[in-house]
């Protein structure tokens, strides 16, 4: 019986971002690329637990943090753990540059690592160096990775949209909200 509730909000909280990406990236973007965006559905779930932005360990089992963090360690991995850590890079620079990009400035004050880090160029060569690397069955595409490095700005963007839309949700009266009640 605990195995019901603890699937269910992930299965409903899936089928709600399922329903808000796929309505910007293929209503409004135009975007009818599934893989991908099913790709972003499985990005904003893994990263609604805060803890699963700072996967990467450094050498002190302390969490990276920082882009220029994770990229050192992604340097010293080889094979399928350098290509997860890149792939790690990506999605986190995807995610805060489409999610919260008024947060980059603040991850850009002279305070942090990431200070001279271009987040949209980090993220689009982590993609580019994970798509290189095989990684598996049960990783990834390799094609899958290449599409987010090219498309990584227009992803971006659709994260803002996706946000824009959750904002936007949050005004409503609670009888049109119905995806959550």
């Not at 990263?47 to 360690?73: K, N």
């Amino acid at each position: 019986m605990t195995e019901k509730r603890d699937s269910a909000p992930s299965t409903l909280l899936q089928r709600f971002f399922s329903g808000v990406s796929e309505s910007i990236f293929h209503g409004q973007l135009g975007v009818v690329d599934v893989q991908l965006v099913d790709y972003i559905n499985s990005l904003l779930i893994r990263f609604v637990r805060t803890d699963m932005l700072h996967t990467v360990r450094r050498a002190t089992g302390r969490p990276a943090t920082e882009v220029v963090e994770m990229l050192i360690e992604a340097d010293k991995r080889i094979g399928v753990a350098r290509r997860e850590v890149h792939r790690h890079v990506g999605d986190f620079t995807l995610f805060w540059s489409g999610m919260y990009p008024e947060s980059l400035r603040q991850m850009k004050s002279r305070d942090h690592a990431d200070h001279f880090v271009d987040y949209c160029q980090q993220g689009k060569r982590a993609y580019a160096i994970a798509s290189s690397i095989e990684g598996g069955d049960d990783r990834p595409p390799c094609d899958l990775l290449r599409r987010l490095s090219e498309q990584f700005e227009m992803c971006a963007y659709g994260l803002r949209e996706v946000r824009r839309e959750l904002e936007n949700r949050d005004g409503d009266p609670p009888h049109q909200n119905t995806l959550l009640f």
